[in-house]
């Protein structure tokens, strides 16, 4: 008799923990899973506020490097307010604005939360957004890129005229791991860093 009732209390327990166990081995796989699928992402390698930080940096390089004698006094001009990247809880893109023409930055995250993209929007034809447009598609170029600093500005000019002269095409070349791309969609023309395949 008592082996018995140390069977069933064995057998029950057994019984309620197996769908733990179940639930439990569940869990994991989801988790290998999602983590696999997180592997497999291509980004960048830098965070939104990294890259934030190397940007506020590297547009008063690129103003020096172009002979502007306004440099120090522009390159605050275009900074980036790191503390505003986050607001308003979870987010799965980056998007920002700077300079007088207000150029808007913007990207998308992967899971791991480093930028998968990021890239420059030309909404407006007048020449100072223009040349906006121009400093900060060179300076994510130089940030995120292993490329030629000398060569950066004619090869993304290149690839913008040839984006304007197609349009309805992606245009695009490749540096090191890293893709550049220019095409005109509907809010303007967009310049766009991305991991190479």
Do not use: W
Not at 2 to 10: C, F, L, T
Not at 80 to 101: N, W
């Amino acid at each position: 008799m008592k082996n018995n009732i140390i069977r069933r209390s064995a057998a029950a327990l057994l019984t309620a923990l197996l769908p733990l166990a179940l639930l439990g081995a569940c869990d994991r796989s989801v988790d290998e899973k999602l983590h696999a699928q997180a592997s497999t992402e291509k980004s960048l390698a830098i965070s939104p506020t990294l890259f934030a930080t190397k940007f506020n940096r590297s547009v008063r390089d690129v103003l020096e490097d172009r002979k502007d004698d306004n440099a120090a006094r522009m390159a605050p001009l275009y900074a980036i307010d790191v503390t505003q990247l986050h607001k308003g809880g979870e987010k799965h893109t980056f998007q920002t604005q700077v300079g007088p023409a207000q150029t808007s930055l913007m990207g998308s995250l992967a899971k791991d939360g480093d930028l998968k993209t990021i890239g420059v929007l030309l909404a407006s034809r007048t020449e100072g957004a223009r040349d906006e447009f121009f400093l900060c598609a060179e300076t994510v170029a130089r940030i995120v890129t292993d490329g030629d600093k000398a060569k950066l500005p004619d090869q993304i000019k290149r690839l913008v005229n040839n984006a304007i002269n197609n349009p309805g095409q992606r245009m695009t070349i490749a540096i090191g791991e890293r893709l550049l791309s220019a095409e005109i969609i509907q809010q303007g023309l967009m310049f766009q860093v991305e991991q190479s395949q």
